[in-house]
């Protein structure tokens, strides 16, 4: 599985920025979750992530991080690391098929 989750913080205009580019990228990748975090709200999220700056993007397959981005991402290398992501993801899925059918 493929996750996206984006840091934020309701003062950072930046976080609006990334936002802004992010709008409507649900839609585009349908099978990947997507969660934002106010770091001011979820102090124990951002630190359990180590998550220091906003905006921070971070990109999971299969629960192991494969994207970081620090301050605002384009959206095409956005794109382009979550269809990495599901690769990696897809990836995984059918080795483990292989190995279970031999």
Do not use: W
């Not at 959206?75 to 995984?92: F, H, K, P, V």
């Amino acid at each position: 599985m493929t996750e996206l989750l984006l840091f934020t913080q309701e003062t950072c205009g930046a976080c609006a920025t990334q936002r802004e580019k992010n709008k409507g990228i649900e839609d585009e990748f349908p099978d990947v979750k997507f969660r934002e975090v106010d770091i001011q709200k979820d102090l124990e999220t951002a630190e359990e992530y180590g998550v220091r700056k906003t905006p921070t993007t971070l990109v999971y397959a299969n629960g192991e991080q494969t994207a970081e981005f620090i301050g605002i991402v384009d959206r095409d290398d956005l794109e382009a690391a979550i269809e990495n992501a599901n690769q990696q993801s897809t990836g995984l899925v059918q080795r483990l098929a292989n190995i279970v059918h031999g």
